[in-house]
C-alpha cells in the first residue's frame, strides 16, 4: 500500500530518476554551451588589457552581435533538425498507413 492509501508503483522511482538524469543532462548541456559563449565572446570582443570596469561601446556592441548571431544560428539549426525529425516521422506514419490500406492511401 502506498504513502497516501494508493497501491505503490515501483516504477514511479524509476520514471523520477530517468527525469533527474535528463534534467541533469539539459543542464549540463546548458551550462556548456553557455560557457563556449562566454569564452568565445571573450577571445573575439574584449580587449585583453581591461582598462575599465564595463565594456566599452565597440566591446558591448561587439558581444550583443555576436551572441544574437551565435543564438539565432543555433535556433534556425535546432528548427531545421526537428523539422526533418518531424518529416521523417510524417514519411513513416504515411508508409504504415498506406500499408494498413493495402497499398491504397486514400480509402
Known amino acids: 500500500m ?3 492509501g ?7 522511482p524509476a520514471a523520477q530518476s530517468a527525469q533527474i538524469e535528463a534534467a541533469t543532462a539539459e543542464l549540463d548541456m546548458i551550462t556548456d554551451v553557455f560557457n ?9 570582443c574584449i580587449s585583453d588589457r581591461y582598462a ?15 551572441v544574437y ?9 535546432k528548427f531545421f533538425a526537428v523539422n526533418a525529425k518531424v518529416g521523417e516521422h510524417m514519411q513513416a506514419m504515411g508508409q504504415a498507413a498506406g ?3 493495402g497499398g491504397r492511401m486514400f480509402g
Open 2 to 4: 502506498g504513502l497516501f
Open 6 to 12: 494508493g497501491s505503490s508503483n515501483t516504477a514511479a
Open 36 to 44: 563556449r559563449l562566454v569564452s568565445a565572446c571573450h577571445a573575439k
Open 52 to 66: 575599465e570596469a564595463e565594456l566599452n561601446k565597440g566591446e558591448s556592441v561587439c558581444v550583443d552581435r555576436y
Open 69 to 77: 548571431y551565435e543564438l539565432m544560428a543555433s535556433c534556425v539549426s
Open 99 to 101: 500499408a494498413a490500406n
